[in-house]
């Protein structure tokens, strides 16, 4: 691991001015120049393989008690993004109105990873692609720009289907977020400018000619938090991986439904493992709104899931199983009692 300057910050204004002041004077290509830590469960990894080199980490654990809510208001729920994910997956309110959230949080890792990990440092997550993570290989675009993209023709087994470029076709890794883009999640953001709010939907940036750039963040910014619109207690996440036990998704479905009489007045769909960002199927969610619900509907919505998928030479499989755990996801969601 190489030297770094560490700092920690007292409150939200120094966090702030520390990350600004430290990124003003990085090179605007090179993310990792600057890093916050809260958890520190994926950064640390990254620094001991050499991928992420940051010349200055700002602590920013003294703001958990600003930033660890965890609570139901007016209807909609709320979450710091310095909460832990053991605590958010483990609260009776999660549990009972929004089931989807707390089994992307289970299923994600470890007890102890949980307990270490924040909601804010899990969103962005970096992806597990061996030749990002690798740094003997030389061509990989999200760590060397422009070099190319060894698994386009490489082993590209757990690699994206949907979302791709010719610059990159590296895996979104994380769970959570799936939850996140199915319920529409809002995210505030905190810098030295102030405040905003942005759909989660727009926090992560496809590859493009870019794939370094991986969210619309700007330099010296926090996220402060998650606030999820309405109730979803009839919603599900389902995992295919390689093992049981806390291993990354090969195809993941995260699916909320509102089902009145048999009959699907409003579903949202969102695919984890198998897209280079977390990936809202809205071809899936059209073909089930106002249709009864049966086992065929729930096939076809499979299907439109994957519409323009462009697997590679490894995996194609990951269409297949995609469809299915879709269809599977949507089946457990429809014969939950709520």
């Not at 001991?48 to 209807?75: F, Q, Y």
């Not at 675009?141 to 422009?146: D, I, Q, V």
């Not at 910014?221 to 998704?249: C, H, M, N």
């Amino acid at each position: 691991m190489r030297s770094f300057m560490y700092q920690r910050a007292a409150d939200v204004p120094s966090a702030v001015q520390a990350l600004a002041a430290a990124a003003s004077g990085s090179d605007p290509l090179t993310e990792a120049a600057i890093q916050p830590l809260a958890g520190g469960t994926t950064l640390i990894d990254l620094m001991k393989l050499d991928v992420m080199r940051p010349g200055v980490l700002v602590d920013i654990n003294p703001l958990a008690g600003d930033w660890s809510k965890i609570e139901l208001r007016d209807g909609n729920l709320l979450l710091g993004s310095m909460a832990r994910m053991s605590a958010v997956a483990e609260n009776d309110d999660v549990q009972r109105d929004y089931p989807v959230i707390a089994q992307t949080l289970k299923l994600a890792a470890s007890p102890q990873l949980r307990n270490m990990a924040a909601l804010g440092g899990n969103v962005l997550q970096r992806t597990r692609c061996t030749y990002f993570r690798d740094v003997s290989y030389g061509n990989c675009n999200k760590r060397n720009p422009g070099s190319g993209c060894a698994a386009l023709d490489g082993f590209n087994r757990t690699h994206a289907v949907l979302g791709t470029s010719q610059h990159c076709i590296a895996t979104y890794p994380g769970d959570f977020a799936q939850a996140l883009i199915a319920l529409d999640a809002m995210v505030q953001i905190t810098g030295k400018s102030g405040s905003r709010s942005l759909p989660f939907a727009q926090l992560h940036k496809p590859p493009g000619d870019s794939p370094q750039i991986e969210t619309s963040l700007m330099p010296g910014e926090l996220i402060s938090g998650f606030t999820i619109p309405g109730r979803w207690p009839r919603s599900v996440y389902v995992k295919a991986r390689d093992r049981q036990s806390y291993e990354f998704a090969l195809a993941s479905a995260a699916v909320a439904m509102d089902l009145r009489d048999g009959v699907v007045r409003d579903a949202r769909v969102a695919l984890g493992g198998v897209a280079t960002t977390p990936w809202r199927a809205r071809a899936a969610e059209a073909v089930l709104k106002g249709e009864r619900f049966d086992d065929a509907l729930a096939q076809r919505a499979g299907e439109a899931a994957f519409e323009g998928a462009e697997p590679r030479r490894h995996n194609s499989f990951k269409i297949a199983l995609g469809k299915r755990v879709v269809a599977r996801a949507l089946q457990q969601a429809a014969a939950m009692e709520v």
